[in-house]
């Protein structure tokens, strides 16, 4: 297994000890701290893998498969913490019924013998939201600080959106081979 690849391996197995310090209140807001560093380390992983396995050229069917899904659930682990109390629980049904979508996509695709990679826009919808949960989680309490939460918020459903169906298009040969 290659660098990129255990990246990617390291950045889902840090999600259950993401969880666990956004789910178990300690140390008087500790547990908060912990897990924003948790999960800003799972993020540069993200981040690193792919400059890596492109610069030398460690590209795999495994890391293309495997990044965006991990990508996933780190997010998608994030959102449900902050289902709720900090995001409206339709955003977070919307962005994670999106993320079902487009691993469902990927696997007809694999069923064709195809591995797609992520677009352009999913890795920008991505970075916003690694940004938004980042400052969800540390939840300062500054007038504008919550003003950019809430435009992040908007800003990654809109992107979500944006995204799957770029996705969908940009690889739409998948629908018409596997018979749709």
């Known amino acids: 297994m290659n660098l990129p690849n255990k990246l990617t391996v390291l950045r889902v197995a840090l999600i259950p000890f993401f969880v666990l310090c956004m789910m178990l209140p300690f140390g008087d807001g500790l547990n908060r701290y912990l897990a924003v560093v948790i999960f800003i380390i799972a993020s540069l992983t993200d981040l690193l893998d792919g400059k890596i396995a492109r610069k030398y050229n460690l590209v795999t069917n495994f890391g293309k498969f495997m990044d965006p899904l991990a990508d ?8 449900i913490c902050l289902s709720g109390s900090q995001i409206p629980a339709w955003i977070v049904i919307i962005i994670i019924s999106r993320e079902f979508i487009v691993s469902g996509f990927r696997l007809i695709a694999s069923d064709q013998g195809l591995v797609l990679a992520a677009g352009w826009w999913g890795k920008c919808k991505t ?8 400052l969800l989680i540390v939840n300062f309490d500054f007038s504008f600080i919550n003003v950019v939460e809430q435009i992040l918020i908007y800003l990654s459903l809109a992107l979500t959106i944006i995204s799957m169906v770029d996705y969908i298009w940009q690889n739409r040969e998948v629908l018409t081979k596997g018979g749709m």
């Open 72 to 79: 996933k659930l780190l997010v998608c682990s994030a959102l």
């Open 127 to 134: 970075v916003c939201q690694m940004i938004m949960v980042i």
